[in-house]
């Protein structure tokens, strides 16, 4: 697993690891793991984030948020959604809506995003929580409708479709890459490697080649990676807890 082998690298700074959502949830839920995601690794900066949408088959008789919580409150099943795969991103962002909302919400489990998004236009499953460029193509063909976008911003582009957090403040969604190393690396280091690191992201020249792949730059400092990334670990645990989920 190329995450232990990182936190068991020699600590400096030739070695660095590209995390996802996966390094912060894994402990939330958790996962057994080889390493310690507290200990074992040193923030070094965020490289680049992508927005969370939440869709719906087209026939679904909602087309807003607080459309959607009617539905549910007024249905005697639980409303299914879906997501890309269980214990993921979209999974704990549905998770967080049914507790938020106060309504009964059931997980389908898929593995991928594609056979997922195939069941939710087809109509075996009305909601889905996926990236948004994964879903977009979907959205703007007609066979899914966008219901809200999941971060704190409104998408950039569906700019007239409110997001979550209008309804329900606080509620903040990405997916995201950042750097990582072993933990034990000098701060100098890692100072140094962050700077380059943002060199590049905040470039034109980055922008221009992750733009149409809905990939946005996002460098920032050690100090504050560590700190969102923490915060990430404590929110998705309290939402794993209540919503008990654990690792199979």
Known sequence: MATAAVAKSPADGYTMLVATNSLLINPAIGQKLPYDTDKDFAAVSMVATQPVALVANKAFPADTIAQLVDVAKKSPEALNFTSPGPRGVGHLAGEMLKQRAGINMTHINYNGSAPALTDVIAGRVPLMFDIWHSAKRHVDSGDLKLIAGAGAQ???????????????????????????????????????????????????????????????????????????????????????????????
Not at 168 to 190: K, Q, S, T, W
Not at 210 to 226: A, C, K, W, Y
């Open 154 to 248: 409104r998408l950039g582009d569906a700019p007239q479709v409110p997001t979550i957090a209008e309804t329900y403040p606080g509620f903040d969604v990405i997916a995201f890459n950042a750097l990582v190393a072993p933990a034990g690396v000098p701060a100098p280091v890692l100072d140094r490697l962050s700077a380059d690191i943002r060199s590049v992201v905040n470039s034109p020249e980055f922008a221009d080649k992750v733009r149409n792949l809905g990939i946005f730059p996002s460098g920032n400092t050690p100090q504050e990676l560590d700190a969102w990334m923490r915060k990430e670990i404590a929110r998705w645990a309290g939402i794993a807890k209540a919503a008990n989920i654990k690792a199979d």
